[in-house]
Structure formats: structure tokens, C-alpha cells
């Protein structure tokens, strides 16, 4: 299947820190989209992105669509407590196949 | 809205045991259906994924099986469960080329 990975795989940080993770694959994908997974839950959508270029903000997270449209970035602002999980990118194929990055794992220290 | 259900949300089996997961959507028609394994602390695997009833795309060959006997039902199956089985799997849905939304997960061990 196809193979999106992320960087990097777990990240430490203080709380009020900024976050930066990126997603690349080798295929180039139309939609990437971002998730989080809490322990023991099923990961929730956080943000979508459609076009090459877009740049895409909800609350402190901002997502980019890069212009080669085989990767794309998250970053989280000011991060706090809550902000812990595992972020996946994502992206469908024309085949309706969906596949998601090999996830980066988040741990906020207060 | 639509809503995806999983169940059960934890299961313990004896190697060797058959193995039936449930997952149906409510509140949308002929979605693109998926089940995904989870390792501990592992990214997602697409298992199987359909695009309509009684159609079924397998990513990876393994001793599981999936069927969609209607339209807004997924079934995983194993009719013998191996130690390897173990793992957290999960449904998802999703329209056309948009994003996908997932259930809550069901955590097998195989014992």
C-alpha cells in the first residue's frame, strides 16, 4: 500500500511551544488531511486541505498543502496539556483507497 | 448527521477462535468503507476497504476477511484468530474523495 511518512516520529516539548510536523509521500495526493488520535479512540478529522498551496488554520493548528503535492505541513501554536496524541496526515487515492502517514507522537510537558 | 458505530469497543479471544467485527454508518447512502489495524503506538493499516455492497479491495494479504452484506455495514471476520490478530481495529466512512470519519475502535487480544 502507499506510504506517507511523517517527522518526526514523537516530539517533547514544554507547554506554550510551537509545534512543527511534516507528512511527505512519494504519490502525489489531491486532498491531504490532518487527525489526532487520543488514547484508545478513533482519530478526528482536525484539518482539510484541497488545493496545492492552501494554507488552512483552525484555532492554534495551521495546515499547509504543499506546492508539489506530495507532502504537506502541521504546526500547532502555544501548545497546551490537551494537545497530546498521535497526529496523523492522510489522503485518499483515485482507487478510493485511504491511507494515513505513520503518525507523530506528541507529549506537552506542563 | 451521520453517525459510524463499532462494536464491541474490547475483545478478548483464544487463538484459534473465530472472530466477527461489526461496524455500521447511519445517516448517509453508499459510502466508501474501511477497516484499519493499529499496533500499539503504529500508525494506521488499511486492511480492506469497499466501495459498494458485496465489494471488497484487500491491501494485505492476512488471515482476516470483510464483507458488506448492505449498504452501511462492514464486517471483519477471522475464522481462526492467530496471536498476530491482536491489535486495535478501526472502521471509517467517507464520501467521495472527502475526508474519512472513523468509529471508536475495537481493542482485540488474542490469548
Known amino acids: 500500500g502507499q506510504q506517507l511518512n511523517q517527522s518526526p516520529q514523537s516530539m517533547f516539548i514544554q507547554e506554550g511551544e510551537d509545534v512543527s510536523m511534516n507528512c511527505t509521500s512519494s504519490?502525489?495526493?489531491?486532498?491531504w488531511l490532518w487527525y489526532k488520535q487520543d488514547p484508545g479512540e478513533g482519530p478526528v478529522l482536525l484539518i482539510a486541505?484541497?488545493?496545492?498551496?492552501e494554507l488552512t488554520s483552525n484555532g492554534r493548528l495551521t495546515a499547509q498543502f504543499g506546492i508539489t503535492r506530495k507532502d504537506s505541513f502541521l504546526n500547532i501554536s502555544a501548545s497546551i496539556p490537551s494537545d497530546v496524541g498521535i497526529y496523523f496526515c492522510?489522503?485518499?487515492?483515485?482507487?478510493?483507497?485511504?491511507?494515513f502517514g505513520t503518525g507523530t507522537s506528541l507529549t506537552v510537558i506542563p | 448527521s451521520q453517525t459510524i458505530h463499532q462494536w464491541p469497543a474490547t475483545l478478548v479471544q483464544p487463538v484459534g477462535s473465530p472472530l466477527s467485527l461489526e461496524c455500521t454508518v447511519e445517516?448517509?447512502?453508499?459510502?466508501?468503507l474501511y477497516w484499519y489495524r493499529q499496533a500499539a503506538g503504529r500508525g494506521l493499516q488499511l486492511l480492506f476497504y469497499?466501495?459498494?455492497?458485496?465489494?471488497i479491495s484487500s491491501e494485505v494479504p492476512q488471515n482476516l476477511s470483510a464483507s458488506r452484506p448492505q449498504d452501511r455495514q462492514f464486517i471483519l471476520s477471522s475464522k481462526k484468530l492467530l496471536l498476530s490478530d491482536s491489535g486495535f481495529y478501526l472502521c471509517?466512512?467517507?464520501?467521495?474523495?472527502?475526508?474519512?470519519?472513523f468509529g471508536q475502535g475495537t481493542r482485540l487480544t488474542v490469548v
Open positions: 445517516g448517509t447512502s453508499n459510502p466508501n
Open positions: 486541505l484541497y488545493k496545492a498551496g
Open positions: 492522510a489522503g485518499p487515492q483515485p482507487g478510493n483507497q485511504f491511507y
Open positions: 471509517a466512512w467517507s464520501a467521495w474523495g472527502a475526508e474519512s470519519f
Open positions: 504519490s502525489i495526493f489531491n486532498t
Open positions: 469497499s466501495v459498494g455492497i458485496g465489494q
